[in-house]
């Protein structure tokens, strides 16, 4: 399996940014190709040590990196990416890897 974990700063706005998380980009988001999963984080997010600088996590499955890298060509996964400058006012970090359970 592989991961396409997004964290999304905080920001500007998060009535705003939540606002549109949940009613225009999870929808885009869902229409990617070969998405097995998608799962994002509920209330704050934090470290072991505080608060956290992220507002959101967002973690996405697919069956490999490929299928990853294939789903953001096409044009579901180009709307998806444009969208994220109309919310991402914090800014965002994207990070893709391959997983295998231990």
């Given at each position: 399996?592989?991961?396409l ?9 998060a ?12 929808p ?17 997010v934090?470290?072991?040590?505080g ?20 789903a ?22 994207m ?8």
């Amino acid at each position: 399996m592989a991961e396409l974990l997004v964290l999304y700063k905080t920001p500007k706005d998060a009535a705003d940014f939540d606002k549109h998380y949940a009613e225009t980009h999870i929808p885009l988001a869902k229409k990617l190709p070969g998405l097995k999963k998608y799962a994002i984080s509920r209330g704050p997010v934090g470290t072991p040590a505080g608060p956290s600088q992220f507002h959101l996590i967002a973690i996405l499955t697919f069956d490999s990196v490929g299928d990853i890298q294939k789903a953001f060509g096409t044009p579901e996964g180009k709307a998806a990416a444009a969208d994220v400058a109309k919310f991402a006012t914090g800014g965002v970090e994207m990070q893709i890897f391959e997983t295998k359970d231990v």
